[in-house]
């Protein structure tokens, strides 16, 4: 029988009147409240407001509220509610002045690439140098194709930069599928440092076999705490996946166990999180049931923090998780702590907007209908 409190959570999403213009003016403003939950309570209303109404506000909100902080919040809850006006202020604000707004400007146009788009992106690249910002620029040239001018601009910089561009470059293109530059990350990935654990789990993502020689190099020879990647990477290869993910496993549980494994659990952790956002569902499950029990702060982290990563990218595979065991508010604190632990607020946007989708396409009554709407309720959503 549906839960008579769930049944009230859906009304509540799917029939919260119209709000007048000056209130959503006011919840507006109030999206740069120093005050969390006056914050959280106002986004909440906007998300909830007519669309003919919010979505003309945040628009203007997001082009020049008085306030930087509440463009950028605009700029994110509009990116989650109406993708035409998205993409029209995207554009437009594609050389903003506000670091933040660039920055969500560069991760909207990576989850929606526009071929007319490419070449101002390339443009902006020579002059974004911040290290809050530019990762994500790479992440949406990597996302816009494989063209000559784009193989051209990003396999060097495999090599070229400080590491922190080196890393979102080599981790981009394993995501969006840059074959054009496995040469470059096998060489990357056979050597010591920061970015060995990047450049494997890309090899693994691209799915290219020809970097099967140096995988099983690093079998032989790698670190210890790599040892977790190397068997997703060639679980990704289709290379006898089960010994592998058993692997990934035992070497999680084990590191779970005792505080003084860090560095080896955060390769677990890497790895489990990897096979995850391919797909194998145990490997999220696995992470869940390590971190709802873990008494260490420490191992609990460095769990909450992996899971974090596979759900904000996975949020369908989050809330099937979350349906099938029962809503269990113990899962849903997980996910919040998750969240809290990651300062990704347009990836977090994309998450609730994807959950609504699921809410307002699913039968009414239905358990994942239901889940649905419990999460986004859990998540302050």
């Known amino acids: 029988m549906v839960s008579p409190v769930l049944l009230l959570i859906g009304l509540l999403v799917l029939q919260t009147p119209a709000a007048p213009a000056g209130d959503l003016d006011s919840a507006i403003s109030q999206l740069g409240s120093f005050d969390f939950a006056q914050r959280t309570e106002a986004a909440r209303r906007l998300r909830r407001a007519d669309p003919a109404v919010v979505v003309p506000a945040l628009e203007a909100a997001a082009r020049s509220h008085a306030d930087e902080y509440v463009r950028y919040r605009a700029l994110v809850l509009l990116s989650g509610i109406d993708t035409a006006a998205m993409n ?212 609990r982290d460095s769990l909450t923090l992996g899971l974090g990563t596979v759900i904000l990218r996975e949020p369908l595979a989050a809330l099937e998780l979350y349906e099938t065991r029962g809503q269990d508010p113990a899962l849903a604190q997980l996910y919040r702590d998750a969240f809290d632990m990651l300062a990704e607020d347009f990836e977090k946007e994309q998450f609730g907007a994807a959950v609504r989708r699921v809410l307002w396409t699913s039968p009414e009554g239905s358990p994942r209908r239901n889940a649905a709407a419990s999460l986004l309720d859990a998540l302050e959503f």
């Open 88 to 299: 029209r202020v995207a554009a437009d604000l594609l050389g903003d002045r506000n670091d933040r707004i660039r920055t969500v400007v560069y991760a909207w146009f990576e989850h929606h690439p526009s071929p007319g788009m490419t070449s101002r992106l390339i443009a902006a690249l020579p002059r974004e140098a911040s290290e809050f910002v530019r990762p994500a620029l790479l992440r949406a040239l990597a996302a816009a194709g494989d063209g000559p001018e784009l193989q051209k601009l990003l396999e060097p910089l495999v090599f070229r930069g400080d590491d922190l561009f080196r890393g979102s470059v080599i981790t981009a293109l394993g995501d969006y599928g840059g074959r054009y530059a496995v040469g470059s990350i096998r060489k990357v990935a056979m050597l010591d440092g920061p970015l060995q654990d990047d450049a494997v789990t890309a090899l693994g993502r691209l799915g290219d076999k020809s970097a099967l020689a140096e995988l099983a190099a690093l079998q032989k020879t790698g670190p210890r705490e790599l040892q977790p990647t190397v068997s997703a990477a060639l679980c990704l290869l289709g290379v006898d996946c089960g010994a592998r993910i058993r692997f990934v496993r035992e070497t999680l549980t084990f590191a779970a166990a005792g505080p003084a494994q860090g560095p080896l659990l955060r390769g677990a952790v890497h790895a489990a999180a990897t096979l995850a956002r391919a797909g194998h569902r145990d490997m999220l499950e696995l992470i869940v049931d390590t971190a709802l029990p873990a008494a260490d702060g420490a191992v």
